[in-house]
């Protein structure tokens, strides 16, 4: 896709941001106490309640961002929280170009973090080899589960969305499960909640002027690289978007529609349980817990949808939302704004970018020429 096409592409997805934004604004102002007030004497004094309501949202906004980026630590717990973001983001996007929509992220998430950590934990070893070691393992769990929906859409045509899901569940029950064995269960404790990683497993960090940028980052970063190389440049993702723009040309053509779905989504299931490896070993308390982290899996199909699965797209996607999620709680406490508008923002967001002819019509945008859209799944004929 050339930078124009890419522009042209995003502006669609900009404006569904700022529709949300907008609406958000709103959903803050009439959660204000002052606000509220001021609109029940709206007939008496009507520009009081539109700066009240300004005020807010204003107020909110700023908090937002000042906590999310208005210091080096802020900025590192938002390169904290986007990493781990930007590596399920990419699982759904890579997914989407094989004409796949993976939703088992937060079971592949979950998966990958429980196969990491008994040899984050358990093993002994020297950091060099522990860490890589502990990464490995987290892929190679994300990629097995989310490889058995991969499997069953080839062999017996079971669709992912509903396979993933149930995984999802299979999941969580599995991980509540290991975490009350002695294998994984913390030594004196009655909660589920496994030993904390040894120093050697877990990922380091280069301090910037205070700002830390952790190795999970960068991995994300590098994989951000190799998605797009893969996609754009291999024969192998020329042959997984060709199967998600066509499957039935793409057979005809000679390629393995099957074992391109089983590639697809083994891939994108080694970047999420990458996700949560990137949790487990880069963010205190260096433990597993039950339901770790699984709001991620779902928060990635709004990131992908948002970088119009395009892997700079979802960088940008990753980096909004890891924003949203930063500055969040310190959001509530500088203005009482309930940290459930952040959770409204994200779904506003959703809803826009999944209504693209909506946006366009209220902006006035042209519909893009035959072709230059993004189709993001075949499935049930999307």
């Known amino acids: 896709m050339s930078p124009a096409a890419l522009a042209r592409s995003l502006l669609v997805p900009a404006l569904a941001l700022l529709s949300a934004l ?17 609109w029940g004497s709206f007939l ?10 300004w005020s807010a949202a204003w ?34 996007a890579l997914a989407f170009q094989a004409g796949l929509f993976n939703i ?25 080899v522990h860490v890589p070691l502990a990464l490995a393992a987290g892929a ?30 299979i999941a969580l029950r599995l991980l509540d499960w290991a975490l009350s064995t002695e294998a994984y269960r913390r030594e004196g404790r009655a909660d589920p909640i496994t030993p904390p990683m040894r120093e050697s497993a877990r990922l380091p960090a280069l301090d910037l002027g205070g700002i830390e940028i952790g190795l999970g980052l960068m991995l994300a970063l590098a994989a951000t690289a190799g998605v797009w190389w893969l996609l754009n440049r291999s024969t192998v993702g020329f042959r997984m978007r060709a199967v998600g723009s066509n499957a039935a040309a793409a057979k005809y053509a000679g390629m393995s529609v099957g074992g391109t779905y089983v ?52 960088v940008g996607g990753a980096v909004l939302f890891g924003i949203l999620r930063a ?54 004929g999307a």
Do not use: C
């Open 22 to 38: 907008i609406l958000g604004g709103l959903v803050i102002a009439f959660s204000d106490a002052d606000s509220l007030d001021a």
């Open 44 to 53: 008496s004094d009507p520009l009081n309640a539109f700066a009240e309501s």
């Open 59 to 92: 107020h909110a906004y700023s908090a937002l961002l000042d906590t999310s980026l208005g210091s080096p630590s802020a900025i590192s717990r938002t390169l904290e929280e986007t990493t781990p973001l930007l590596l399920a983001g990419l699982s759904v």
């Open 104 to 128: 088992g992220g937060a079971g592949q998430l979950m998966v990958g973090a429980l196969s990491a950590a008994w040899i984050g934990f358990e093993l002994d070893l020297p950091m060099v």
């Open 140 to 169: 190679l769990g994300g990629a097995v589960w989310a490889g058995i929906a991969g499997f069953l859409k080839a062999r017996t045509g079971a669709h992912e969305v509903i396979t993933t899901i149930m995984l999802n569940y």
């Open 263 to 314: 590639l697809a989504m083994g891939l994108a299931g080694s970047l999420t349980g990458l996700a949560g490896t990137s949790n487990l070993l880069g963010r205190p308390s260096y433990s597993l817990t039950g339901g770790f982290y699984q709001f991620i899996g779902f928060d990635a199909i709004a990131i992908a949808l948002l970088g119009r699965a395009h892997p700079v797209g979802v």
């Open 327 to 380: 500055g969040s709680t310190g959001m509530q406490s500088q203005t009482a704004t309930p940290v459930d508008i952040i959770v409204v923002i994200q779904a506003l967001v959703v809803l826009f970018v999944a209504a693209p002819s909506l946006v366009r019509a209220i902006y006035r945008v042209k519909a893009p020429a035959a072709g230059e859209g993004q189709r993001f799944s075949t499935s049930w």
